[in-house]
Every structure is written in C-alpha cells, then in structure tokens.
C-alpha cells in the first residue's frame, strides 16, 4: 500500500482543516489506519486511528473531541477532520496503515508498516 497524505495549510487558530491520505492498491480497506504528527524538534505521535470497517475509532487525549478520523474503503481514502485548531496542532502530519487482524489499535510508529510522506499544517494564534 502506497499512501499519499495532503490538505494540509496555514489557519488561525479556532479554524479547521480536513486531511485526506490517499491509498493505492486494493488492499487498503483491510487496514488499520493512522494519522500521527511530528513538530519540530519534537518524536513523531499519535493522533488518532480506525479500524478496516470503521467500527472503532481511537484518539489522542490532546485532540479528543476536535478532530474526527474516518475513511471511504470504496475510495481508498481516510481523512482526518481537524476542528478548533490550537498553535500546538502545527506539525507534519502523517498518515499511516497496517495490516486490521482484529485485535485493536497501536498508538505507536512501530505499529504501522505503511507511512505517507507527510503534509505540514500551521496554525497561526
């Protein structure tokens, strides 16, 4: 699986921004997905992740109730819907997947085995 992370800009705090990471090849709607963030200076983290099927979906404390993970396996694509954006939300956000063998979700890099190259978001105050 390819995966190919984008829609990432400048915007005020308050504002909001959707990411889309697109996916190639037809195995994608067997994996776990994952969004992670890296600012600089600082460790690549978790930001929020959904299973195959949608049927659950996991977040970060620090954006619990602001961002929205999802994805439309028919367009091989999973976003990430970014609301009351904070300056401390500025990062190189990655998306990621993984093999979904049904046994939950990894917060962690070495979870995933299928990284896109990134898109930087900056949010002004």
């Known amino acids: 699986v390819q995966l190919q992370a984008s829609g990432g800009g400048l915007v005020q705090a308050g504002g909001s921004l959707r990411l889309s990471c697109a996916a190639s090849?037809?195995?994608?709607?067997?994996?776990?997905m994952g969004w992670f963030r890296q600012a600089p200076g600082k460790e690549r983290e978790f930001v929020a992740a959904?299973?195959?099927?949608?049927?659950?979906?996991y977040y970060a404390d620090s954006v619990k109730g602001r961002f929205t993970i999802s994805r439309d396996n028919a367009k091989n694509t999973g976003y990430l819907q970014m609301s009351s954006l904070k300056p401390e939300d500025t990062a190189v956000y990655y998306c990621?997947?993984?093999?979904?063998?049904?046994?939950?979700?990894?917060?962690?890099?070495?979870?995933?085995?299928?990284w896109g190259q990134g898109t930087l978001v900056t949010v002004s105050s």
């Open positions: 990621a997947a993984t093999q979904d063998y049904g046994l939950g979700y990894s917060d962690t890099v070495r979870g995933y085995d299928y």
């Open positions: 090849g037809r195995s994608f709607s067997t994996k776990t």
């Open positions: 959904i299973s195959w099927s949608s049927s659950w979906q």
